[in-house]
């Protein structure tokens, strides 16, 4: 069974930094793709970044330059290294693991960036 739990989110001012992490349970995270989303007041989910197993990386424009994506398949760990915040960053960032079509989600952490 596959048990994603984040941690790292909290308040900060913009231009600031915070990393998230996310430790996964289960003996899939090596084959699986791995990403964050957010979900802002208001907003829709949406994706943040991936990493794909094979290390590859993709990001939201918005984020492209500021946060980086990356995982340690030893400590079965993802992390969004988020730099340069902005107000417009705060939202829930969940953590997702994809595999052969199924997704599984964190409960959340809070990121809020104040101007």
């Known amino acids: 069974q596959v048990r994603l739990v984040e941690s790292g989110g909290g308040l900060v001012q913009a231009g600031g930094s915070l990393r998230l992490s996310c430790a996964a349970s289960g003996i899939i995270f090596k084959i699986s793709t791995m990403g964050w989303y957010r979900q802002g007041p208001g907003k829709q989910r949406e994706l943040v970044a991936t990493?794909?197993?094979?290390?590859?990386?993709n990001y939201a424009d918005s984020v492209k330059g500021r946060f980086t994506i990356s995982r340690d398949n030893a400590k079965s760990t993802v992390y969004l290294q988020m730099n340069s915040l902005k107000p417009e960053d705060t939202a829930v960032y969940y953590c997702n693991q994809q595999f052969t079509g199924t997704n599984y989600w964190g409960q959340g952490t809070q990121v809020t960036v104040s101007s």
């Open positions: 990493v794909t197993t094979g290390g590859s990386t």
